[in-house]
């Protein structure tokens, strides 16, 4: 378990950009995976990014692919959302997640969240 922490929300216009940071308590490259997720009032929980710090793979869900990228910094121990041509249907309080193990992963069994960042896309 480690301790995240997000900072990067805030009120932005159509069109505009963001980036979020998760910054992590202890070493990225100690966990398997790391993801953003969000979650709008009234709606599930949806996984929008991942991203395997040791290989620097990445996955997206089809609706941000092309306009999001995640990112990671294992120096600094901070996983990043850049979010470009931002839509007001993507506002949501955005958090991050890490998967200690491939196991926990496979279970999506997110061992540690931060606290979440409001993310507001005014039209």
């Known amino acids: 378990q480690v301790r995240l922490v997000e900072s990067g929300g805030g009120l932005v216009q159509a069109g505009g950009s963001l980036r979020l940071s998760c910054s992590s308590s202890g070493r990225t490259v100690d966990l398997y995976a790391l993801a953003w997720f969000r979650q709008a009032p009234g709606d599930e929980r949806q996984e929008v990014a991942t991203?395997?710090?040791?290989?620097?793979?990445?996955d997206y869900a089809a609706a941000v692919k092309g306009r999001f990228t995640i990112s990671r910094d294992n120096a600094k121990n901070t996983v990043y959302l850049q979010m470009n041509s931002l839509k007001p249907e993507v506002s949501a309080v955005y958090s991050c997640a890490a998967a200690a193990s491939l196991e926990s992963y496979l279970s999506s069994a997110w061992g540690s969240w931060g606290q979440g960042t409001q993310v507001t896309v005014s039209s």
């Open positions: 991203i395997w710090p040791n290989t620097g793979g990445t």
